[in-house]
Nanobody
């Protein structure tokens, strides 16, 4: 069975630096791109970052650029999201998602939820001020 298991959320003070992890199983990890999305209370789902596993390229939404770092451990089939300098507006449920579609013709599509075949269950991050 395909599984994406997100973990690492919790209550964090502003300025904190938690790491979220997405453990994947049931598919060929290197063939997939993995993205992190988040959904704040009362808002829509927002693409945060993605990594293309077959070439290691990464991308970040403007709202997190310079503060978050995505990385992939192909040996462990895990993608991590290092979150630094957290702000209260980063409070959200964070989801990881996987797609094997090549979206290089329009890389902005990686930040839309529709290309993704598999989703993790979400991990909640609450940032206190």
């Amino acid at each position: 069975d395909v599984q994406l298991q997100a973990s690492g959320g919790g209550l964090v003070q502003a300025g904190g630096s938690p790491v979220l992890s997405c453990a994947a199983s049931g598919f060929t990890f290197n063939d997939y791109s993995i993205a992190w999305f988040r959904q704040a209370p009362g808002k829509g789902r927002e693409g945060v970052s993605y990594i293309i596993n077959n070439d290691g390229s990464t991308n970040y939404a403007d709202s997190v650029k310079g503060r978050f770092t995505i990385s992939s451990d192909n040996a462990k089939n895990t993608v991590n999201l290092q979150m630094n300098s957290l702000k209260p507006e980063d409070t959200a449920v964070y989801y990881c998602a996987a797609t094997d579609r090549d979206l290089s013709y329009d890389s902005s599509l990686y930040y839309y939820h529709t290309p993704y075949d598999y989703w993790g269950q979400g991990t909640e991050v609450t940032v206190s001020s």
